[in-house]
């Protein structure tokens, strides 16, 4: 349990901006953001890949700088999580499986954790490092499928659960720009970016009946499908905003930061594009771009984002584990006709992401842009109950969570009574 | 394989004899061009106009007899003269090409010399028993409907004795400048291109050629049924540490390619790597790659590598073809009453009117996802014309 409240640092260092947003977590769990900072990349990173490091050092500094001064706290460096993403992040499943070898042949924490612990020594391709494991769920002598196993006879469990991975020098990158900031991260601090989103944007019944969460940043697209316990499937698509915006102004011969502005701004509204010209003000000279080309070009990229996306889960698969449709955050969220366009799509409901569990006067966390950011402070507080509570597993770890938060319950219940 | 050394002994010794020759006003203007380069080819011009031809020298000039039999400033636009005149020059032709191997012809079709020249020097050439590509550039979409009809049905004529016709749209050529460029550059690029084409053309075919040879490749996979080719080339100095990143590049960006929607639908190309002798052998596997991705998967590929003499410069030439599937322009001697009788029509396919460009994402990493290159916008990419306002 905490003794006091913990202040955490979370940070997303994203292709368009890299943003820090210091919060305190309470002993009960209640998380307030008190200060963000942030700093525009200016084409630092393309693409969710660093292209000038020392900038992107520099700009994170800053962005630190900027949200200890708005939060009045200081940074703990063993309290930062980051999130990460970039160009081959995939999810595999691995199973781990434990013999029970006590006299009474019952399941106890001992065996769980033997269990995990064997399903994290997966193989993994060349150079590619294990980012995050998800608990999945648990099977029993072979064939039957648990959520929580403790106190259950059995002579064999096993875990399964499923392990994102990366290229080792994504990791590495990100780890070395805190370095020369001046924060050396030792702990598990990483997480890839749409499970720190799922941590404030999902609910129970999203979780239950089965969700994609669509992340459409500035330069790449994460997705993930959360289903039941743990998650089912994840990528990385490098294709953002960036790419639409690329193609307005390659369309209608127009400046690259007039077309991210008319993206990005709230410029293109719904209303807005039932009128037949968007003007735009050029030099003291207006332009008049037809509507329905505009919303051509967008849809065309969008659509592509959305075929590659099914491509890559499968589309028997995606129809299989999405009952609650389709969640989409990051800075493509705002585009007026996304979420229309993956209606149509995916033939399913289709929401912009909103942010949970998170208290505090920062407005700017409503938008998804920063779902991601705000889902990082909540899973920075969850490690740091989770390794004060129990100190057993330091990791993203769902199904303890579960047990931890559930003993907490039961003992505030008991201390009530 | 190398070819063994007799072979190649024989080769520099007698070289491919390649003539090239300009039809009318266009034609004259791009060979006016090529006398400019180094290259030690036959060139000669043909046409009717005599301002037109002032602008040449450094080469033979082909005219009626009789001092353009009263047509000294061309045919006005009237195919009916230029046949006329094209017809006199009949003989001065076949003198011309007489001992070389191949004809290279540039012309612009829609008017009345090229037109008209162009089917007729294509017969001489056939009956000299000489190979022949045409580099022909159609007409500006402004120019009219009529001079349009008056191109296709010249290229009609042609397609049936010429080995390769290689058409291309004017406007590909412009829709690559931006539309503020003065017009007298934007003419001169025009010029350019057509010209670096034909020199690449010409070069491909006289080197020493390494992996396979290119002529009887080319004509191999051109003779089996009539075709439609692009052509497009990038070159790089091979000082930079991406040289063959940056030709590739610059082969796709080609203005005469029509974009990598025209790459796709090629049947069979020829991709042809001419660098010094003493560019590793990783830069041209890589290359090669590079441009076979954008082909289709079950395209004919012949890989051509040939020693250039210039160690500096790495280039890349591609040239796409795409079999006509209604072998309506079979080669065939059949004549043309047949074909009309059919009353088929030749249409050229709508070629996209820009050239894909990366933009913001030109110097970063690659992002391909089943042979598409996701940073070129979708519409260029699907080649959709999108109305960009006013």
Redesign the interface.
């Given at each position: 349990m905490f003794k006091k409240k913990e202040v955490i640092t979370a940070v997303d260092i994203g292709t368009s901006k890299i943003s820090v947003l210091i919060g305190e977590a309470d002993p009960s769990g209640n998380i307030t953001a008190l200060g963000l900072g942030e700093r525009e990349t200016n084409d630092a990173i393309i693409k969710g890949e660093i292209r000038k490091f020392e900038d992107v050092v520099e700009k994170l500094s800053a962005a630190l700088g900027d949200a200890v001064v708005n939060s009045d706290r200081e940074i703990n460096s063993e309290n930062i999580f980051f999130s990460v993403t970039g160009k081959g992040i995939k999810a595999q499943e691995s199973m781990g499986a434990v013999t029970i070898l006590n006299e009474e042949r019952r399941i106890t924490n001992f065996e769980i954790n033997e269990a995990v612990k064997n399903s994290k020594q997966c193989s993994l391709p060349p150079n590619n490092i294990a980012i995050n494991f998800v608990l999945s769920d648990f099977i029993i002598d072979g064939h039957k499928r648990v959520e929580d196993p403790k106190g259950l006879s059995a002579s064999k469990l096993e875990s399964l659960s499923f392990c994102v991975y990366g290229n080792a020098s994504i990791v590495e990158n990100y780890k070395n720009i805190f370095s020369d900031v001046g924060y050396d991260i030792k702990h598990k601090a990483d997480i890839f970016a749409p499970l720190a989103s799922s941590r404030v944007c999902l609910s129970e019944d999203d979780l239950r009946n089965g969700v994609l969460l669509v992340d459409m940043g500035a330069g790449t697209t994460e997705y993930a499908i959360f289903h039941g316990n743990g998650f089912f499937n994840c990528g990385v698509i490098q294709v953002g905003c960036d790419h639409i915006a690329n193609d307005i102004s390659a369309a209608f011969d127009i400046h690259i930061s007039e077309a991210r502005k008319m993206i990005v701004s709230n410029l293109l509204t719904e209303d807005f594009l039932k009128e037949q010209y968007v003007i735009l003000q050029r030099s003291g000279i207006s332009r008049r771009i037809p509507t329905s080309s505009l919303e051509s070009v967008m849809k065309l990229r969008i659509n592509e984002v959305f075929e590659i996306l099914n491509d890559s889960i499968g589309e028997k698969e995606l129809k299989q584990h999405i009952g609650n449709g389709v969640i989409l955050s990051g800075g493509g969220a705002n585009i007026a006709t996304v979420i229309r366009l993956a209606e149509d799509f995916f033939q399913t409901t289709v929401r912009r992401s909103g942010v949970r569990s998170i208290d505090g006067t920062i407005s700017k966390l409503k938008d998804p842009r920063y779902c991601c950011l705000a889902g990082l402070l909540k899973y920075g507080s969850e490690i740091k109950l989770s390794g004060k509570s129990s100190g057993i597993i330091q990791e993203v770890d769902k199904w303890l969570w579960k047990i931890i938060t559930k003993s907490w319950k039961s003992l505030s219940e008991a201390v009530r009574i | 394989m190398k070819q063994s050394e007799s072979e190649n002994n024989e080769k520099y010794s007698n070289p491919a004899k390649i003539a090239i020759l300009g039809l009318g006003g266009a034609g004259v203007k791009i060979c006016a061009e090529l006398v400019k380069t180094a290259l030690k080819f036959d060139i000669a011009v043909l046409d009717f106009d005599e301002k037109s031809l002032m602008s040449f020298s450094g080469g033979k000039i082909i005219t009626p007899k009789n001092s353009f039999h009263g047509y000294s400033s061309g045919t006005g636009g009237d195919i009916i003269v230029g046949e006329r005149l094209s017809s006199l020059c009949r003989q001065k032709i076949s003198e011309f090409l007489n001992g070389h191997e191949i004809l290279i012809a540039i012309a612009g079709m829609g008017g009345g010399s090229g037109s008209a020249a162009a089917p007729i020097v294509a017969r001489e050439a056939k009956k000299c028993g000489i190979q022949t590509i045409f580099l022909v550039t159609l007409p500006f979409s402004f120019e009219g409907h009529k001079r349009r009809i008056l191109a296709e049905k010249s290229i009609e004529n042609l397609i049936i004795d010429a080995d390769i016709v290689i058409p291309i749209a004017n406007d590909i050529l412009f829709s690559s400048m931006?539309?503020d460029s003065p017009f007298a550059e934007a003419f001169l690029k025009a010029d350019i291109e057509i010209t670096k084409a034909t020199e690449e053309l010409s070069k491909i075919f006289t080197s020493e050629n390494y992996i396979s040879s290119t002529l009887p490749n080319l004509k191999n996979i051109v003779n089996r049924k009539k075709t439609t080719c692009i052509i497009g080339y990038g070159e790089s100095k091979v000082e930079s540490s991406d040289f063959s990143v940056r030709a590739v590049e610059q082969l796709f960006d080609s203005p005469l390619l029509g974009g990598l929607s025209e790459v796709r639908k090629s049947d069979a190309a020829l991709i042809v790597i001419s660098a010094g002798e003493k560019i590793g052998i990783g830069p041209i596997k890589r290359t090669f790659e590079r441009v076979k991705i954008q082909l289709k998967d079950d395209a004919e590929i012949v890989c051509v590598l040939s020693k250039s003499p210039d160690e500096k410069s790495f280039k890349v030439t591609l040239i796409g073809i795409k079999y006509d599937e209604t072998n309506l322009f079979q080669k065939t001697t059949q004549k043309k009453h047949l074909l009309e009788k059919k009353k088929t029509t030749y249409t050229q396919d709508e070629l996209p009117l820009f050239t894909p460009?990366?933009?913001?994402?030109t110097n970063?990493?690659d992002?391909f996802?089943k042979n598409q290159d996701?940073?070129i916008?979708?519409?260029?990419r699907?080649g959709?014309n999108?109305?960009?306002?006013?």
């Open positions: - | 931006p539309a460009k990366k933009g913001i994402f970063s990493s992002n996802y996701l940073d916008p979708v519409f260029q699907k959709i999108i109305d960009p306002g006013q």
